[in-house]
């Protein structure tokens, strides 16, 4: 597959097990001075092509029954390395026989590689001045050199790490939420360690348990961050004078701190959240980057209505749902110079040399890609719905957190997974793409093209929500991300009982035709394929525009593409026999007979005019029409033809519920439907119906 416009590299290491469920992840992902990026991960079997030379270059067998696995075979962390353009440098298996998690990889200015986590394995490979303690469970903990050839030092310790962060002169921090060595004893609680960069013990510092996150400054500053969890003021964590936040909402505010040398309390430390008093705040600072300045970007997520943003934040409102915020806080934590909600947190926060933050969000819903991105809409996984799929977000915030610059959804060559920055701004992204066990490692440009039809964006209205597929006559579809538009969406409105084909100052064409337009705006065009696609094989598609005409992507074409359209509620839009919406508080009967709404059964008798809003029945498939419940019963369709009031090409169907068997929690019973067109069908998936 011929690689988007802004991907720099995409390099794929294959991996050669068999078992779904032991396939590799990447969790963590860094960068370094040199350009160099380093991943790693966890894995439940061999299957990763190992380098010569590599610290470990076998995979570690045993079977789990704790941790993480149960009578599975237990995982090995691994550890990989790319230059500049992408090329694999090593690779390494790295534990023992029972289970090993990475949660923190760092690497030193010299090229050093450290690698953290939780073992269970009495074996797991110690190496160095290992300290004399190996417990189950335990941390393990472990230095590699640059080429991964040598394990400069590895010990297993007490507690459970979960953060790792390496100050320029190689000493060690790291954060592990259970017990900890101290000089005298252990100890119970959060706790922050620091070791020098030979691996000997510095010393500790019991901080919340609910720290999420833990970073190192250019300076060596070290800071930490997460939720008081009701642990704020007198209780716990207090803010010191001057901070930016000093007042504590008796909830659970986030908070974030600038540690004091030699870990003896804290230079600074700030409340995070809204004024609102009361325990329905819940605040957390989950990521934290400094800047080269002694600035910090911190990240989480709020509940708050009133968080603290500034004029002109690039998200003033939050998310009902819940939000993410971002932001920049000054050197001495006293004030904020950007701060703004967001619609998801963020799970990757980085900066390029600009002062831009680069970030990672794994939620489908939320962020809007920019027009010409890698990717402008969510991309389908094979096999699955389209509405189904695991998606990545990665984006570019200007330096004032009020513009989004740059985002694109993950893609056949934008895995899923973590997310950094490379020494020329470059988004570097490392995980699985969609559907595959394979590792990929992608560097994309933050620096968006002009806008651009993309074939995977064209997709089905209504479920199935097929992309890329085979385009029926009259079919509604939609155009995601192409940029094309204004940014505040335009809804057509018949004239004359007909749907014009220029909204907006633009126009779809297929097959040099001018397509009915529904809806369009920057990030989605609704419109309806024209009928004499009927009886073609391809269909040539391309948007125009007073000032732009945009590349031309082909479509093939089949005679019928059906789908069932959905309510803006999430539900089917199937009307009961009384007219009012099906719907789980809402259901029909065995006998009843339901109304559905659908598209891409293809030509009509008498044939379709584009464009047209019949306002009476008629307008009858030439293809035969048959509806199936839970995939054993066949309904009795009374009509299917022209739906009044809509559009040429969105029909209504008929049919009376049958006896059908009803499985499943109830009543009501959630059974699915399954629409045909001649020999095509819109597929087993989600569409319902509700029946008791």
Wanted: glycine share 14%.
């Amino acid at each position: 597959m011929a690689q988007p416009p802004g991907i720099v590299y995409s390099t794929t290491v294959p991996y050669s097990g068999s078992n779904s469920s032991l396939f590799p992840t990447v969790d963590l992902l860094v960068t370094d001075a040199a350009g160099n990026s380093y991943i790693a991960g966890a894995v439940g079997s061999a299957g990763l092509p190992t380098t010569p030379g590599a610290v470990q270059p076998g995979f570690a067998s045993g079977i789990c029954t704790s941790l993480i696995n149960a009578s599975n075979p237990c995982n090995n962390a691994f550890i990989g390395k790319f230059d500049s353009s992408g090329a694999l440098v090593f690779l390494t298996y790295l534990g023992g026989t029972s289970d090993n998690i990475p949660y923190g990889l760092a690497v030193d200015t010299a090229g050093n590689i450290y690698i953290g986590g939780q073992t269970t394995s009495t074996d797991f490979p110690l190496a160095g001045n290992s300290w004399p303690t190996v417990p189950n469970p335990g941390t393990f903990l472990s230095k590699l050199s640059g080429d991964g050839r040598t394990l400069i030092w590895s010990t297993v310790l007490n507690g459970s790490l979960y953060q790792l962060a390496v100050a320029p002169d190689g000493f060690v921090y790291y954060y592990a939420n259970a017990t900890s060595p101290i000089t005298n004893g252990f100890f119970t609680s959060g706790a922050l360690t620091e070791l020098t960069p030979d691996g000997d013990l510095v010393g500790v510092m019991s901080v919340l348990p609910t720290t999420a996150t833990l970073a190192v400054g250019a300076d060596g500053s070290v800071y930490i961050g997460g939720s008081t969890n009701g642990m704020g003021g007198p209780a716990g964590v207090t803010a010191t004078p001057g901070a930016w936040q000093t007042t504590y909402s008796g909830g659970s505010d986030g908070f974030v701190g600038k540690m004091s040398p030699n870990l003896s309390g804290f230079e600074w430390l700030t409340f995070v959240g809204g004024a609102a008093m009361g325990y329905e705040s819940e605040d957390s600072v989950k990521l934290i980057q400094p800047a080269p300045d002694g600035s910090l970007w911190i990240s989480g997520n709020t509940s708050d209505s009133d968080f603290p943003v500034l004029a002109g934040a690039l998200q003033s409102q939050p998310t009902p749902a819940g939000s993410g915020f971002l932001v920049h806080l000054s050197a001495d934590g006293s004030k904020a110079l950007a701060s703004t909600y967001l619609p998801i947190p963020l799970t990757s926060l980085a900066l390029d040399q600009s002062g831009n933050v680069v970030f990672r969000a794994s939620n489908e819903n939320g962020f809007q890609a920019t027009p010409g991105s890698q990717w402008p809409c969510p991309q389908q996984v094979p096999g699955l719905p389209f509405v189904s799929n695991a998606q990545n977000f990665f984006g570019k915030i200007d330096s004032v957190g009020q513009d989004l610059l740059w985002g694109t959804w993950s893609g056949p060559s934008v895995p899923i997974g973590p997310a950094a920055v490379d020494i020329n701004g470059n988004a570097v992204v490392a995980g699985n793409v969609p559907g595959s066990a394979n590792i990929t490692l992608s560097a994309m440009t933050t620096v968006a093209g002009p806008p651009r039809l993309v074939e995977s964006c064209i997709a089905q209205s209504g479920s199935p929500y097929l992309a890329a597929g085979p385009l029926a006559p009259g079919e509604i579809v939609s155009i995601y991300g192409a940029g094309f538009g204004p940014q505040q969406g335009l809804v057509e409105q018949p004239s004359e009982n007909t749907i014009g084909t220029g909204l907006g100052g633009v126009q779809v064409l297929i097959e040099d035709t001018p397509a009915p337009l529904l809806y369009v705006s920057s990030a989605q065009i609704n419109l309806a394929a024209p009928f004499l696609l009927a009886g073609r094989t391809a269909a040539h598609i391309k948007i125009v525009t007073s000032d732009a005409t945009s590349n031309e992507v082909v479509l093939g074409v089949r005679p019928s593409a059906p789908e069932i359209f959905v309510a803006a509620n999430g539900t089917e839009a199937i009307l009961n026999q009384d007219g009012t919406v099906n719907g789980p508080n809402n259901p029909t009967h065995i006998g009843d007979t339901v109304a559905m709404f659908v598209s891409g059964v293809g030509q009509t008798t008498p044939p379709g005019v584009d464009g047209a809003v019949p306002q009476a029945a008629g307008g009858t498939p030439v293809l035969p029409i048959m509806v199936q419940l839970n995939a054993t019963a066949y309904a009795n369709v009374t009509y299917a033809g022209n739906a009044p009031g809509l559009v040429a090409g969105a029909l209504q169907v008929n049919f009376q519920i049958p006896q059908v068997n009803l499985v499943g929690p109830g009543p009501p019973y959630q059974v699915q439907i399954v629409l045909f067109a001649g020999a095509a069908s819109s597929g087993e998936g989600e569409p319902v119906i509700w029946i008791e």
